[in-house]
């Protein structure tokens, strides 16, 4: 069963409300969004509180939460509750908590909890995406059918290790494990953009849903240790020739825009899933990330969805080329603080919240 | 017989201008430094409005012209007039209209229309940047000659498609189709810049040319889809072996910053391109881009220029690191309007329209 | 014998202090954060000032200082002492003047200038960095023992040439000029992150050390003609096939963001190197740069280190999405002037001048 955080909303002061969120991934901006919207500040984090955040003053929370280790949130439960806390779960978050200690955890979560199954699940999100009109890279059951070149993931693959390309059949032989299960997907060659978009069902004054409306605050290019620099060695059949294999573990973020032309494509495309989503689990609430190629036939396909803030919005603490055209300055990190803030402000924190 | 939108200035009302261009490319950066210097603005579109200017209110115009198809606008003329319509040309807005429709255009125009012929055909176009001075990538006549790297390109290729690059005579001859015509132009190796700069006549209050002065407004990096990402799967050669040919269509940009010690050059070869433009058709006028390669021992080379606002300047929407230093926020949409109302303000719009 | 410009502070009026550099590197925004901190600035130039300043309102000094070549300063140190002049070294300005001239100079200058030997020194570098707990690439005295990549560098090699990258023992062979001294070093697979720090001796309201404290500003990708844009062609293998070596020649600089859960890395990283300098040469003092390489394990490799203004920095003339949760719109010229101005109002400035 999943919690549902609404069912404490009764007790929750919306006048004394403190942001919440684990200390790293997007927490700074998470912070640094919240405190430029009144919000008091709580920084949960594990050991001892982490010294980087005294290098930024205007991103550390006003106070620190430190637990044994992530699992003993749940002994701090109702101290959150006396702080008025509502959480705002990051990628890490989840990671860090667990998918199914997050789904159960007795707080006010910022956000649609009910996502989370449909977007890990890669079945279920292939089903959201489809219905949502979305292209996504085809899946290659027979491993003799791979005649173009396909991305290999070892099932439970994390952290951009465990992955594999392989431009035909032989190669594929040649690299798989195959006392390990996998699943084998179409490498769509192009270039990488990761949209980052908000949606809020409490406003109307953006891009209009059949409920509420869709804002898109910026896109990024991830940075992937050691492919994205491998280049500068050799070629990646170069590399594997003496033993290298390449990996995609992310450890930064590029800011960039994408070409105008491929906007209305850029907002069908939120729309969609955000549309599909209300009747498939009650719909996601807040920001939201499609990980897309462009092809040069200028198509995207689409390989992942995030569906609360990811780390590609960090290069916009300070706003970005988008939200400079709606709110100069506007971060994801402080939208967020601002659904919270007009929800708290007019009683519809149960729109928002799970 | 190219048009003289200056011919309709008498009927033009300074005080209550409206900036138009046609809704993609570069138009949210336009209309919203429109905005900021206080114009109304009017966004032309085929079929319908895009409603992905919902999603920015300071960016989205006005109000639309909505046409039938972009040869439609010809048939607006007069209800553009009345609304008091400078119109404000970017790269697809010629694309859209053809050359000839642009050169035709019975409306009053920013910038010198005058400038097409030289900038599209190759032959004009490398008379002018040799005369100021540029260095251009060479050009090869015989095949035969190909002794080292060469991009080719079939004439009339668009978007990105239709070039190749070849390393010696031997590629050249595997991957030419003899049956079109084609020119044969160096392949540059080095890093690509793409810098913006803006050209007043009315203003000596920057780089102080003959006349007017030059403003350098940022540089930025192509994002090109596949080529750009193609090194995550094998280099050209691997790729071409099994069938995939490298594209160069643009899919978004990269904001960046150019070694302060190569600024001296990037002026003057602003300097040199607008000054050659004086005798040759009368002067350039606004924004340009010169599309440069920089090679190791930091020469640059130009491999084209682009005579109005490009994409290239979407990343500062909310000014750029140069821009920091000129007026904080300004961006090349917002230096635009900024020339438009002095030159109204001053009665001198004969100046910078055509 | 190393001058100290420390002796000279009891002839400067902290009033009227002029902060001065050499026209080049990162002047621009060293001139642009004086001015934004109301000082007077001073351009330092060769020949004749140049021209491209007068593009950049408020990025261009007050003044300029022409001499007839760079150790012409020397002729000139009355007149700079007159107005009162605290000098801002650069990357580039310890090059144009030569190390010993630098530290000659009789001139009060911002930082440690004992710092240089440390710096410039491989073998003292490596012992500064090694003592500070950093991971540095790992040294190979005998060319048998390439089992992996490595980078191989001529002795005097600069601005990005003179080195050369082999997989082998074998390609090792085949490109090594025997006649000149050269080292070879492990080359790190991974991405590159230029971190910008700035450490205080003055105040103690950030990263808190035994001193002072620290401050992380930014990070970079340096885009580095023609290694960076070669997989264009080709891999480096298949241009070195055709007779075309890679080089390494800085071209400019990208914006970029470091993942959160390194933060606290970064910050560590920064602190060993600023206590260790204590006892070894009596401190840092202001920006420096870690030149680092982040593997798939996510660890560091720094590869160099830089103890002043570097260009990388250039991005952020109007603030980093890191100095956004310090003080919007900080750039590292900004907080130079910042100390200068704090040293100079509370008569500390013999604590960050030398």
Chains 1, 2, 3 share one sequence.
């Not at 200390?23 to 920084?43: D, P, V």
């Not at 005649?147 to 059949?169: D, Q, S």
């Not at 032989?170 to 084998?184: L, N």
């Amino acid at each position: 069963m999943v919690f549902d955080g609404r069912s404490l909303l009764p007790d929750l002061d919306p006048k004394r409300i403190t942001i919440a969120t684990y200390c790293s991934h997007t927490s700074l901006q998470i912070f640094h969004g919240a405190r430029k919207e009144g919000f008091r500040t709580l920084g949960i984090c594990v050991g001892e509180p982490p010294r980087y955040f005294e290098g930024f003053p205007l991103g550390r929370p006003d106070e620190f939460l430190v637990l044994k280790d992530h699992a003993d949130l749940f002994n701090h439960v109702e101290e959150l509750r006396r702080r008025n806390v509502v959480l705002v779960p990051h990628g890490s978050f989840v990671e860090y908590l667990g998918a199914n200690r997050f789904l159960d955890l007795p707080l006010v979560t910022f956000g649609n909890r009910n996502v989370l199954p449909w977007e890990s699940d890669r079945g279920r999100s292939k089903q959201w995406l489809d219905k949502a009109g979305l292209q996504l890279p085809r899946h290659i059951t027979d491993p003799r059918d791979i005649i173009e070149p396909v991305i290999v993931k070892y099932h439970g693959a994390k952290g951009g290790r465990g992955f594999f390309i392989a431009r035909n059949y032989h190669e594929f032989k040649s690299r798989i494990d195959e006392t390990k299960p996998y699943t084998i997907q179409e490498f769509v060659l192009g270039t990488r953009y990761y949209l980052h978009y908000f949606y809020s069902p409490l406003r109307g004054d953006a891009y209009r849903l059949s409920k509420g409306s869709l804002q898109f605050l910026g896109v990024d290019r991830r940075d992937e240790t050691n492919i994205d620099e491998a280049n500068r060695l050799g070629s990646i059949a170069e590399l594997e020739a003496i033993g290298i294999k390449p990996t995609f573990v992310v450890s930064g973020n590029f800011p960039m825009v994408i070409r105008e032309s491929l906007l209305p494509k850029v907002f069908r495309m939120g729309e969609g899933v955000v549309e599909t989503s209300m009747p498939l689990f009650g719909g996601m609430i807040g920001p939201f990330c499609l990980e897309t190629v462009v092809t040069d036939q200028l198509e995207f396909k689409v390989f992942e969805i995030s569906a609360r803030i990811v780390a590609g919005t960090n290069p916009y603490v300070g706003g970005s080329p988008y939200t400079e055209m709606i709110e100069p300055g506007l971060s994801t990190g402080r939208r967020i603080a601002q659904e919270i803030r007009l929800a708290a402000e007019t009683g519809r924190l149960a729109e928002i919240t799970s």
